[in-house]
């Protein structure tokens, strides 16, 4: 089965793993503070944390903002799942907007129709790793979580995405651009908000014992008494992990050119079917990221199932959140949302793909269109 989606990994992050092994720590420890590091600058932002998912991140990202109880955040509902639970579990409320049918990103309308009284945040998604047109979601003057679990490596304008808001989350998961089996990062213009971050994914402890300890280095020291100074979870990442992404993040510049080129080949060949509508290219000056190829057809639930019995694993990112009872939000109607719920499809795009497996995919695509006549 040619799976959906995909990594890479090499004998460096294998190594990575196994130096942790061998010393016996696979806690927190050294591997997070030198991935952060690394992250940061090659990705230039002003401030970054490890944690444990993206969508941990993005529950202490509305954590972050301090928004009076009961506030209403507007989001995305052609989202994942975490994003509006993270609004929830924070004690607001996940108000759901329509996305653009092409770019399957928010637009500064799709928030403005939702604005009400209660209105205190913007939640947007950088959906396939395609930048958000963030200018005029910004100039509506409420603070911005930005979504990047699929913009690792995307820009806007020349910036960062999950820096161009005020706190943004990534997701190194299993199956993202840059993995680590589990984990998440989050960045924030101020960086006073990542010193929080810090404090709060160690159960809101100021210090850990190791460093309580070489701080009260004196004769008397008490180092395992210790400052807690806020309620919060455990969101810590593994030396493991960022052991991980440490060699991820050497090799990502490779990892994001396969990329690339797989995407170009599918536009080249699925751009001149008639049938199906290609994903949209990132903006002079802006980055893709590659993350996934959601293109559009008819008869989307006849192809999908018609490449599962011939070994290739497709999906759709994502069932519309509004259409989920658990929010509450079913007579909300979000046409372009459920468009895009009955008609776009993701087709494997990962750095594990090979050239033949590229070849039959495309083929089966275009055969699939000649035996229905699309
Ligand atoms: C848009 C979006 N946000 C957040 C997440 C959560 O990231 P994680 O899987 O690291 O918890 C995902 C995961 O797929 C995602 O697609």
Redesign the pocket.
Known sequence: MISVFGSLIGDEEIANVMACMRSQWMGFGKNVEIFEKKYMEKYHLPSFAMVD??????YMAVKLLDLPHGSEIILPSF??V??AQAILLAGHRPVFCDVDHRTMNVRREDVEAKVTGKTAAVMV?H?AGLAVDMDPILSLGYPVIE?A??AVDSTYKGNPCGAIGDVG?F???A??NLTVG???GITARLPARIERAKVMRYCGIGKSGFDSAVANAGGKARWWEYNIQEPFIKMLPTNIAAGIGIAQLDRIDTLQKIRADIWRHYQDEFGRLGWITTPVDAQPGDRHSYFTYCMRMPKRDDLAHYLLDNDVYTTV??HPLHMNPLYKQMDVRLKNSEVLNDDCLSIPLHPRLSTDDVNKIVDLIKKFGKTHAL
């Open positions: 998912s993206g969508s941990n991140a993005l989202t994942w975490s994003c998604v959906y979504d679990a699929h989350i997701s190194y998961d199956v993202k589990e984990g998440g990112r994502y």
